[in-house]
């Protein structure tokens, strides 16, 4: 390799949601440059909420993601909510946890079996990985339409939900119509326990990162839908607060601004963050499910972020079904809420990391401005760090080798490029340097 330089050029990423593609240069056996280029045309929501009414943000926030929809609406509400002094009953609070409970099922049941686990057993997808491993992927049908059932029946629907306001719900679900998901519940906590046995007996690439994790974090529970933002150097903060810690700047080779923390930079955020910065609130029997998969209390391994997840889907199924058990239906199932002058800020815990939205209101509760930081948005950083140490580490590796792993350690992430990847396309060359600006402006479809 030396003298030579070595080009990895991913026109488009699939297996994914959104667009983007990725370039790694290669000169005289060190990364000279790394990009994760989003391409996808902007799609100015911010822009889109301003002149709207507050109550409106929710619904309009969640068709940001078909993924994770309740994730938008849960950090708009706290946000407005924030800005008009409104507090909520704890039976709200504890149905929004259920909602928050159906939603990681059904994105991480989604990721790790359909998305990332090909990556592990070499396939290019969850079709050809079905015809070998056909009950793995039943099971996973299975458990991701568990939490459809649960976003649909306090939702309204399983993708974009309707039920969600300012204040509280529209209203509240029968207790039968939640009871009767308990026994599938509980199937699938007991296929989840199954999944992170299975999924630690997988190859997974020995690569350690000493990242600046950053997370919510709750004084009793393990943080979804509140908390404070805390890090792992010592960072612990209120929501309002996080335009004071984090910033966001804008690259030439992405439509997605990089956020980066202040006196520190990259930061990491998602379910390696969440689990090292809160493994102590997890269940006896999540932490038990981790320990036996070879997890101690911190991960560092990206590549680990599927069995991270999937202890966090056995955790999930195992704290709706207990939210449940203890449901009661808020009476009324909404506070009043009066609009007036305010700034408020939101705060989340969506499957891919934290949430942030942040809002002006004007006095007739009419939105001003509006700011919206995703969860890959924030991670973009720690993604091209990522792929900058890895194929340093790895260039002994052939072509298709490299090519295959750099794929990977994006899809570690679970990225949502439209606010996802899941397959990438490369193209390896060597020999000539070739510019970045050679990338192409668009993308095929596969």
């Keep these: ?155 309204g629907r399983e993708i974009h939900p309707i039920n969600v306001r300012v204040g509280g719900f529209y209203q509240s679900p029968r207790p039968q119509a939640l009871r009767a998901l308990v026994d599938t519940l509980e199937r699938a906590r007991d296929r989840s326990a199954e999944a992170v046995r299975w999924l630690a007996t997988l190859p997974m690439p020995e690569f350690e990162f000493d990242y600046e994790f950053v997370a919510l974090r709750h004084p009793t529970e393990y943080a979804m839908a509140e908390g404070r933002i805390v890090s792992s150097s010592g960072l612990d903060i209120p929501a309002r607060e996080f335009d004071e810690h984090f910033i966001e700047q804008h690259l030439e080779h992405s439509n997605a601004l990089h956020s980066i923390m202040r006196g520190v930079g990259a930061y990491h955020v998602g379910p390696l963050a969440r689990y090292s910065l809160n493994f102590d609130r997890l269940s006896p029997l999540a932490q038990d499910a981790a320990r036996a998969a070879g997890l101690g209390p911190v991960c560092r391994n990206p590549f680990q972020s599927i069995l991270v997840r999937a202890v966090e889907l056995l955790y999930a199924c195992e704290e ?94 679970d990225p949502c490029i439209s606010c996802a990847t899941h397959f990438l396309r490369l193209r390896i060359d060597r020999g000539e340097s070739r510019s970045p600006s050679r990338l192409p402006e668009t993308c095929t479809t596969h």
Aim: hydrophobic share 40%; charged share 25%.
């Design 1 to 155: 390799m030396a003298g030579k330089t070595r080009t990895i050029d991913v026109p488009t990423l699939a297996r994914v949601e959104g667009e983007g593609a990725l370039y790694v240069k290669v000169a005289r056996g060190k990364v000279s440059d790394v990009k994760l280029r989003i391409y996808e045309p902007p799609r100015f929501f911010e822009g889109l909420l301003r002149g709207r009414r507050f109550s409106e943000a929710p619904d309009i926030t969640a068709r940001i993601c078909g993924i994770c929809p309740v994730a938008y609406q849960m950090s708009a509400v706290q946000a407005m909510e924030d800005a008009l002094d409104v507090t909520v009953d704890d039976r709200v609070r504890a149905l929004r946890r259920l909602l928050y409970c159906g939603e990681w099922i059904e994105s991480h049941a989604l990721h790790i079996f359909m998305l990332h686990a090909p990556d592990f057993l070499g396939y290019e997808d969850a079709i050809r990985m079905a015809q070998d491993h056909r009950e793995v992927v039943l099971r996973a049908l299975d458990i991701k339409k568990t939490g459809n059932a649960l976003v649909s029946v306090i939702g």
């Design 320 to 413: 709706a079904v207990c939210l449940i058990r203890r449901y009661a239906p808020p009476e009324p199932p909404a506070a009043e809420v009066v609009p007036f002058a305010a700034t408020g800020h939101g705060c989340t815990e969506a499957p891919r990391g934290i949430l942030y939205h942040g809002y002006a209101l004007a006095s007739d509760g009419s939105i001003l401005t509006a700011r919206i930081m995703p969860p890959t948005a924030q991670n973009q950083k720690s993604i091209e760090s990522d792929l900058r140490l890895f194929v340093e580490r790895h260039l002994h590796l052939p072509d298709d080798q490299l090519q295959w792993q750099c794929e990977q350690a994006i899809r570690n992430y």
